[in-house]
């Protein structure tokens, strides 16, 4: 069967660094996806990978290993507004997303 | 960039009534939509694919007798929850494709359903 797994819950400083990890068992893959998500409102993009490697994005990073099923999410100089849910989302081979239950991080002062 | 918009942005109604959400491409061609529903603290649970033209594809467990699903133009489908029950209380989003090509999904802001 197809499966995502993220942690349920992280906690991090502001100012600090934090990174979320997501593995996939997909049937076929065209892409990975991080999603922000506020508490109440739907999911925005945060960033996309198909192939190996970083990609940087500001103050988020995503980075893809296909060979190991396996991406994470970097988030640096953390702020309050940064405590959402993060939402790791597989593109199958049918195109259609297979979704992660989503990491909730929560930001201290 | 590409915008989807859902209407109305919350609905309460009494139970056994229906409802239905809209859900708008404002600026781009929609292809394909997907209607997604969020129960509390969960992650999005994908309730069926709906593709301009043709018959909605729902997914395992989803009654499509009970969420019925009309893509009628690219730029326009609509979900209707017929005869609400409490259990049908949920946040419901839709998003929208260009096309089979094109990875990236567009997320409308979603609909909270409370049936009472």
């Known amino acids: 069967g197809q499966n995502i797994d993220q942690p349920t819950e992280m906690t991090a400083t502001e100012g600090a660094i934090v990174q979320i990890n997501c593995t996939y068992q997909t049937s076929g893959f065209n892409g990975l996806f991080w999603y922000q998500q506020h508490a109440g409102e739907a999911p925005t993009f945060l960033s996309y990978n198909v192939l190996d490697g970083l990609e940087e994005k500001g103050r988020f990073s995503s980075f893809l290993s296909r060979s190991k099923g396996y991406s994470y999410l970097l988030l640096k100089e953390l702020q309050m507004k940064d405590s959402a849910s993060y939402l790791c989302?597989?593109?199958?081979?049918?195109?259609?997303?297979?979704w992660g239950a989503g990491t909730k991080l929560i930001i201290k002062p | 960039g590409a915008v989807v918009s859902q209407h109305p942005s919350w609905v309460i109604c009494k139970s056994g009534t229906s409802v239905k959400i809209e859900c708008r491409s404002l600026d781009f061609q929609a292809t394909t939509m997907f209607w997604y529903r969020q129960f509390p603290k969960q992650s999005l649970m994908l309730m069926a694919t709906s593709n301009e033209g043709s018959k909605a594809t729902y997914e395992q467990g989803v009654e499509k007798d009970k969420f019925l699903i009309n893509h009628a133009s690219l730029t326009l489908s609509t979900l209707t929850v017929t005869s609400a029950h409490p259990e049908d209380s949920s946040f419901y989003i839709c998003?929208?494709?260009?096309?089979?090509?094109?990875?990236?999904?567009?997320f409308g802001p979603g609909t909270r359903l409370t049936v009472l």
């Open positions: 989302a597989v593109m199958d081979s049918n195109y259609q997303l297979i």
């Open positions: 998003s929208a494709r260009v096309s089979r090509g094109m990875n990236e999904q567009f």
